[in-house]
């Protein structure tokens, strides 16, 4: 039902860009906090930066400046533009979709769906 399909990843040089972009279906994308994640081998899943439905970006610390996510919502779209890659950014980066229902009374259930991955490496 639910469907996040990735691209844009690939072998990237140091010091070079890449543009990720995730396009979903099966949900009212325009609500949905958008989030990229990525792991890298031996390592845990990490948030590298998410939009929230009203535009708000966050970051991790080790992306800032360098990364940029942006959405559009006429096209079920989110991207991660990335610059000035180092190695370490080596990854399968990992769109994500989460909603948050708020039900009163402090209570919540999210909503959360995944993409496949998509590799970046970045090496000479």
């Known amino acids: 039902q639910v469907q996040l399909v990735e691209s844009g990843g690939g072998l990237v040089q140091p010091g070079g860009s890449l543009r990720l972009s995730c396009t979903a279906s099966g949900i009212t994308f325009s609500i949905y906090t958008m989030s990229w994640y990525r792991q890298a081998p031996g390592t845990e899943r990490e948030l590298v930066a998410d939009?929230?439905?009203?535009?708000?970006?966050n970051y991790a610390d080790s992306v800032k400046g360098r990364f940029t996510i942006s959405r559009d919502n006429a096209k079920n779209t989110v991207y991660l533009q990335m610059s000035s890659l180092k190695p370490e950014d080596t990854a399968v980066y990992y769109c994500?979709?989460?909603?948050?229902?708020?039900?009163?009374?402090?209570?919540?259930?999210?909503?959360?769906?995944w993409g496949q991955g998509t590799q970046v490496t970045v090496s000479s």
């Open positions: 939009i929230s439905a009203g535009g708000t970006t």
């Open positions: 994500n979709a989460k909603f948050t229902r708020k039900a009163g009374s402090g209570r919540a259930y999210e909503y959360e769906y």
